[in-house]
C-alpha cells in the first residue's frame, strides 16, 4: 500500500521515539519572528544552551511593525524594544534576518515562500499557527508555541504526536467570483472550527490542481481555523515553476535533483486516508463570517443563523454570543449590513495576485465616503513588485491607504486597530472578539474582491453584482 | 533537571464557561508585546474581566467566592485559534495548576503539557455537574487523579481523558521533553545529514 505525503516526510525527519511515545521530529526550517521568539532565546540564555543550526532559522519582524511609520524608533517603545530584541537575538546566534532595511521584510508566512525557503517534502515550523500556511507546497509546516521554539533552536527537533490524514477533495470548476478563501471558509464551516483536531488536512482535487500557489496557500493558511495544525497540497508542476529562480531555491543541477526528490514525496495514488471529504466547487458561493469565530459562515445571499436553528444547547449559546457581539438579528440579511473599515491584507490574502486581482476591478472606482480603506501588502517584495505594476496608484486613485509591509489590522499588535463597535470587512483569519484590537470591535472575514466591494459600497456587498462579474454562459 | 511528577492536582475550581474560548480571549493580543512571561498573569481574560477604563466586569476571575482557584472549568475547544504560549502562560503565571474542559484545541494543549499544566476533558454533562458543584460551593475542593484518569469533588468523581502521551509525560516528570531532545544530537547529525536540502547538497 502507498503512502501519504504526510506519513513519507514524517518518515523521513523522525529521529527516534521518545520514551512517552511521542516522535522526535527533525525541522528543517525553522522560521521566527519577534513576538513568540524572544522568550524562547531567553530560555536558551538561561540554560547556556547554542542555537544548533543556525543556519535553518530565518527571522523577520512583521506583527508589531507600524505600517504606517517607516522610521525608527517607532512611537511605541514596546514594538522598539522587541525589534531591537530580534536584531540582537539573530546577531548573537548568527541567524539570518530579514529587518526592514533588507528589502525581504515582511509577514512570515509570506516570505518564507517568497525567498523559496519553503520546499516540498520539508518540515517546517514557527511560532506562529498560520505556519499552516507552508504546507501549500508539500512541506509538513507545524505551528509550535515558545517553548517548542525553544526546542527547535536548541535541537532542530521537537516532540510530537502523529497526526491523522483527512483527504479534502474540492472537485469541479468553481464560479467566476469565488475564491480560494470561500474555498476555506466553506471547508470550516462544513467541518467545523474544531472538526480537524488530531488531523492533518490534505487538500486536493480539480480545483487544487488549477490553483495557482497563491490561492493554495490561502486555503492551507486557515487550517489551523478548522482546527488542523497542518494542512497540505501535493507538490506538481505548479509548485516547482513557482519556486524555480527564487533565492533560496536550489540552482542548476541541484535544481534538477531537488525536483526529483519533491516529486517523491506526492501521495501515493494507492494510499489509505483515515477520512476522506468531498465537497463540490459548484456550492460554493462567495462567503462572509457573520459570528466570532470562522465557522460561523454563510454565503453572501443567505440569512445570518437565527438562535433557535442552534441544534444543541451550546451551539445556541455560542449563537447568541456571536450575536450579541456583531450586534446581528438572526433571519435578517447580512448583505446591505454597513461597514466602517475594509482591510486588505494578511499572510491569508496579502499577497501580490490578491492585490492584482482587486486592483484589475477597483480601477475607475471609488470608496464610498466614511469609510476606512487600506491596503498592506504581506511583504516588502510584494510592496515593490506591485508598485512596479502601479497597483498602488490604483488603490490610492479609489481612496485606499497604501501602507507598508506588515500584520497590520489582522490582529491588535500595531497602531492599526478597530476604534470601538467599527464593524470591519476583512480579508484577515479571525474574526475572534476584539482580534482587530477593539473589545467591540466586529469583523467579518471574506475574500480580497468581497472587501474591495465592502468599501466601494460601504456595505456588506455581493462583489460579483458590483464589478458586473457575470455567471458563464450555460452554467 | 528533576521535574515535579504531576501525578494529582488539588485545589478549588472557577468557572469560565463557553466553548470555542480562543487564545485571543485569554490573553489580548496588545499584551505580547514583551519580550518575558513574566507578567503576563494580570492579563489574563483581561477584556472579559474589565471594561475599558479598567474597572471591572462582572466574570467569575472577579468573584470574590472563587478567589484562589486552581483549577479553571470551561467548556468545549479550549484555547483555539492562536499558537502563542502567551495563552498557557498566563493561565499558569495566574495561578491555575490545570484545566478541566470538555475538549482542548491542539496548540494549546500541547504548550500547556510541555509547561506541566494538565488539560483534561470530561464529558458535556459530568461537566455540568462540576462546574454546578463549584457554583453551589465555590470553597469545594477538586482533585484531578491522572493515575485513575478521575476529578474528584465533594463525594463525587467522574472519569476524565487525557491523551495517554501528554498523561504519562506529567506523572512521569518529563513534560518538559528538553533533555531527551538534546541527548539525541548524534542522531538528529545522521538524520539531517540523510536530507539534501538540510546537508547543503
Ligand atoms: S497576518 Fe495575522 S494571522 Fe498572519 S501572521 Fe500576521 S497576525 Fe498572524
Redesign the interface.
Known amino acids: 500500500m502507498g503512502k501519504s505525503l504526510f506519513e513519507k516526510v514524517w518518515e523521513a525527519h523522525a529521529v527516534r521515539e521518545l520514551p512517552n511515545g511521542q516522535t522526535q521530529l527533525l525541522i528543517g526550517t525553522h522560521l521566527i519572528h519577534e513576538v513568540t521568539s524572544p522568550q524562547a532565546f531567553g530560555m536558551l540564555r538561561e540554560r547556556g544552551l547554542p542555537v544548533r543550526f543556525p543556519d535553518r532559522t530565518f527571522a523577520t519582524v512583521d506583527h508589531i511593525v507600524p505600517t504606517n511609520e517607516l522610521q525608527e524608533p517607532y512611537s511605541d517603545p514596546l514594538a522598539q524594544a522587541m525589534i531591537e530584541e530580534l536584531r540582537k537575538n539573530c546577531a548573537e546566534n548568527e541567524v539570518r534576518f530579514f529587518d526592514t532595511t533588507t528589502g525581504m521584510q515582511g509577514i512570515v508566512h509570506i516570505v518564507g515562500p517568497e525567498q523559496g525557503i519553503t520546499q516540498p517534502g520539508t518540515t517546517i515550523a514557527c511560532g506562529d499557527s498560520h505556519t499552516s500556511t507552508h504546507g501549500a507546497f508539500g512541506a509538513i509546516a507545524f505551528g509550535i508555541g515558545t517553548s517548542q521554539v525553544r526546542d527547535v533552536l536548541a535541537t532542530q527537533t521537537m516532540a510530537l504526536n502523529k497526526l491523522k490524514v483527512r483527504r479534502i477533495n474540492v472537485d469541479g470548476q468553481l464560479s467566476p467570483g469565488v475564491y480560494a478563501k470561500d474555498v476555506i471558509l466553506h471547508i470550516i464551516r462544513t467541518l467545523g472550527v474544531n472538526g480537524g483536531t488530531g488531523f492533518a488536512y490534505e487538500y486536493a482535487g480539480e480545483v487544487f490542481d488549477n490553483f495557482t500557489m497563491e490561492e493554495r496557500m490561502t486555503v492551507c493558511n486557515m487550517s489551523i481555523e478548522g482546527g488542523a495544525r497542518v494542512g497540505y497540497v501535493n507538490p506538481d508542476e505548479t509548485t516547482f515553476e513557482y519556486l524555480k529562480g527564487r533565492p533560496y531555491a536550489p540552482k542548476g543541477a541541484d535544481w534538477d535533483a531537488a525536483v526529483e526528490r519533491w516529486k517523491s514525496f506526492a501521495s501515493d495514488p494507492d494510499c489509505e486516508y483515515d477520512d476522506v471529504v468531498n465537497i463540490r466547487a459548484g456550492d460554493i458561493a462567495p462567503t462572509v463570517t457573520w459570528g466570532i469565530n470562522p465557522g460561523q459562515a454563510i454565503f453572501i445571499d443567505q440569512p445570518i443563523p437565527e438562535v433557535a436553528q442552534g441544534h444543541t444547547a451550546s451551539e445556541r449559546a455560542s449563537i447568541a454570543e456571536a450575536l450579541e457581539h456583531m450586534k446581528f438579528e438572526g433571519g435578517t440579511p447580512i448583505k446591505g449590513t454597513k461597514v466602517d473599515v475594509a482591510f486588505l491584507g494578511s499572510c491569508t490574502n496579502g499577497r501580490l495576485s490578491d492585490l492584482k486581482e482587486v486592483a484589475r476591478y477597483l480601477e475607475g472606482r471609488k470608496v464610498a465616503s466614511g469609510i476606512k480603506a487600506i491596503c498592506v501588502p504581506g511583504s516588502q517584495a510584494v510592496a515593490r513588485i506591485a508598485e512596479e505594476l502601479g497597483l498602488d496608484k490604483v488603490f490610492r486613485e479609489a481612496g485606499f491607504e497604501w501602507r507598508g509591509a506588515g500584520c497590520s489590522m489582522c490582529l491588535a499588535m500595531n497602531p492599526d486597530k478597530l476604534v470601538g463597535d467599527q464593524l470591519c470587512a476583512s480579508s484577515s483569519n479571525r474574526n475572534f472578539k476584539g482580534r482587530q484590537g477593539s473589545v467591540t470591535g466586529r469583523t467579518i472575514l471574506m475574500s480580497p474582491l468581497m472587501v474591495a466591494a465592502a468599501a466601494v459600497t460601504g456595505e456588506v456587498s455581493d462583489a460579483r453584482e458590483v464589478f458586473g462579474i457575470l455567471e458563464p454562459v450555460g452554467a | 533537571m528533576a521535574l515535579e511528577k504531576i501525578v494529582q492536582v488539588s485545589g478549588r475550581g472557577v468557572p469560565v464557561p463557553?466553548?470555542?474560548i480562543?487564545t485571543?480571549?485569554i490573553i489580548?493580543?496588545?499584551f505580547?508585546?514583551?519580550?518575558?512571561?513574566d507578567g503576563l498573569g494580570d492579563y489574563v481574560f483581561y477584556?472579559v474581566r474589565k471594561n475599558?477604563d479598567g474597572t471591572e466586569r462582572r466574570h467569575p476571575l472577579n468573584d470574590e467566592r472563587y478567589a484562589g482557584a486552581t483549577i479553571l472549568i470551561s467548556?468545549?475547544?479550549f484555547g483555539?485559534?492562536?499558537?502563542?504560549?502567551?495563552a498557557?502562560?498566563a493561565i499558569s503565571k495566574a495561578g491555575f495548576k490545570a484545566v478541566v474542559a470538555q475538549?482542548f484545541?491542539?496548540?494549546f494543549f500541547?504548550?500547556s503539557t510541555?509547561?506541566g499544566m494538565p488539560c483534561v476533558s470530561v464529558g458535556?454533562d459530568e461537566l455540568d455537574t462540576l462546574r454546578e458543584a463549584v457554583e453551589a460551593d465555590p470553597q469545594l475542593e477538586i482533585t484531578i487523579d491522572l493515575e485513575k484518569k478521575e476529578v474528584h469533588f465533594g463525594d463525587r468523581s467522574v472519569p476524565c481523558e487525557i491523551?495517554?502521551?501528554a498523561r504519562?509525560?506529567l506523572v512521569?516528570g518529563?513534560w518538559?521533553?528538553?533533555q531527551?531532545?538534546?541527548d539525541?544530537?548524534p542522531?538528529?547529525d545522521a538524520?539531517?545529514a540523510?536530507?539534501?536540502?538540510?546537508s547543503g547538497?
Open positions: 463557553g466553548d470555542d480562543d485571543d480571549r489580548p493580543a496588545r505580547m508585546k514583551c519580550v518575558t512571561f477584556d475599558e467548556g468545549n475547544n483555539c485559534g492562536s499558537s502563542r504560549e502567551h498557557p502562560q475538549g484545541a491542539e496548540i500541547g504548550n510541555q509547561l458535556s491523551r495517554e502521551g504519562q509525560v512521569n518529563k518538559d521533553p528538553i531527551d531532545l538534546l539525541a544530537a542522531r538528529v538524520v539531517a540523510s536530507l539534501p536540502y538540510m547538497r
